[in-house]
């Protein structure tokens, strides 16, 4: 960095002090003590340079476009120094790079928003609206998946077929302590106890999920936002069928990354391996690359119709109930009928999911044989173990997902105000057309 090259505030963090000069002539604004600190700095810059260089002369009134000279001057009603205005200019006519350098500050000013700005006046993060919600989907997908990981542990343990020991003794362990909810004499909440081995029993897993859905996630939003950018140049379908074909390409491109991360999480959870680390080195070892991808085909054929049926069900509730308020539903509204359209998905999509995980654990070496054996064991019933755990999931994974995207986005913002961080207690009260669509993906 130069000798000429001045320490400033940027003016767009100073710009929205708009009183009058002579109201602050009588009262000191509190950047006054932080102003006099960087002008000192500048007039120690200023005393190191060539003595062959003469500061140049700035008009009083004239504001320059970058520098804390003016900034000050407006918003503090002080004159700016000479050789803090000379400073200032040759920041702003001089060398850019040296500009850029000196000039990052983080500056907060009463009644307005903290922004880290460049000498150029723009934010150092520029996300477009695209970029800003595969992040926020990505960040509250991840979360969410973190909050239902207990329900996923409980569903998987429930469908594994010829259990390892430690399993076949949590099974009875749930059965033989049941917990009952009476009213009076009567029973009306009878089901297994599911935490008899502690809370920290059902998050077996938890890394493995996590470590998987980031990137999981990541991939089918961007390809969810790529696909649906290509369908709407190049066709005039309905939003619904661009949702449709959008969602569906993004749940088949991040097979690839979610596959492998199910498979060792499945295995942590049904006690098959007491770790994510030595589950994915004994699956490494004994089957290769190939062992880590059990279960890719009936993730295929689950996940497409669950999106279809989640997606067409929601429009047409929604449909149905607009039309008998003649009015935007709220989001707590739009919630509910999510969360009714994706445990219906669940539902229809369960006799698959329970193919998947019986094939990731272990416990079948084919679809064919997965179903063969589930009937021959437990009847047609037997397709649907695990059928209320992974409905639950899917109905609070609606909720969840979309107030955690609320926040994100909200926090991804590039120009917060005030008004954005009490939006979460005003979020569902909302008026809505829709919720993201997006939310209708993977369970």
Not at 26 to 46: E, K, R, Y
Request: aromatic share 8%; hydrophobic share 40%; proline share 5%.
């Amino acid at each position: 960095m130069s000798d000429e090259a001045a320490v400033y505030l940027t003016a767009s963090s100073l710009r929205q002090c708009s009183q009058p000069q002579q109201q602050h002539q009588h009262q000191q604004h509190p950047l006054a003590s932080l102003a006099s600190s960087v002008q000192g700095i500048q007039s120690a810059l200023a005393g190191r340079s060539s003595p062959s260089r003469a500061p140049l002369p700035v008009p009083r009134r004239q504001k320059p476009s970058k520098g804390v000279s003016a900034g000050v001057e407006h918003c503090l009603g002080a004159p700016a120094s000479p050789v803090a205005s000379a400073n200032s200019q040759i920041a702003g006519n001089g060398s850019q790079r040296a500009s850029r350098a000196a000039g990052l500050v983080f500056a907060t000013v009463p009644g307005a928003s903290s922004i880290l700005s460049s000498a150029d006046e723009q934010p150092l993060l520029l996300l477009s609206d695209t970029v800003r919600h595969i992040f926020a989907g990505t960040a509250a997908r991840t979360l969410a998946q973190a909050f239902i990981h207990p329900l996923d542990t409980i569903k998987t343990r429930l469908q594994v077929a010829a259990p390892a020991q430690e399993l076949a003794s949590w099974r009875n362990n749930v059965r033989e302590h049941p917990l009952d909810l009476y009213i009076g004499k009567r029973r009306v909440v009878h089901t297994g106890n599911w935490l008899i081995n502690g809370p920290r029993d059902v998050y077996l897993g938890l890394t493995g999920a996590i470590v998987g859905t980031l990137p999981t996630s990541l991939v089918y939003f961007a390809a969810y936002e790529w696909c649906k950018q290509q369908l709407e140049k190049r066709s005039s379908s309905s939003s619904a069928l661009t949702h449709l074909g959008s969602a569906s390409f993004g749940a088949v491109a991040s097979v690839f990354v979610r596959v492998p991360a199910d498979t060792v999480k499945h295995r942590v959870q049904a006690y098959v391996f007491p770790n994510v680390l030595q589950a994915t080195q004994t699956i490494y070892r004994s089957r290769g690359l190939g062992g880590f991808y059990a279960g890719l085909l009936p993730t295929l054929l689950r996940d497409v119709p669950e999106i279809a049926i989640q997606f067409t069900l929601y429009e047409k509730l929604r449909q149905v109930f607009q039309k008998k308020d003649s009015a935007k539903l709220e989001t707590w509204q739009h919630l509910v009928l999510g969360g009714l359209s994706g445990a219906s998905a669940a539902l229809a999509t369960t006799p698959l999911d329970l193919i998947k995980t019986r094939l990731q654990v272990g416990s079948a070496g084919s679809v064919r044989q997965a179903v063969a054996l589930t009937v021959q064991e437990q009847g047609p019933k037997g397709l649907f173990a695990g059928l209320g755990p992974r409905m639950s999931q899917a109905a609070a994974m609606s909720a969840l997902f979309f107030t955690f995207f609320e926040f994100w986005k909200a926090t991804l913002k590039t120009d917060r105000t005030a008004a954005d961080r009490l939006l979460m207690p005003k979020i569902l009260r909302k008026r809505r057309q829709h919720v993201w669509k997006r939310q209708f993906s993977f369970q």
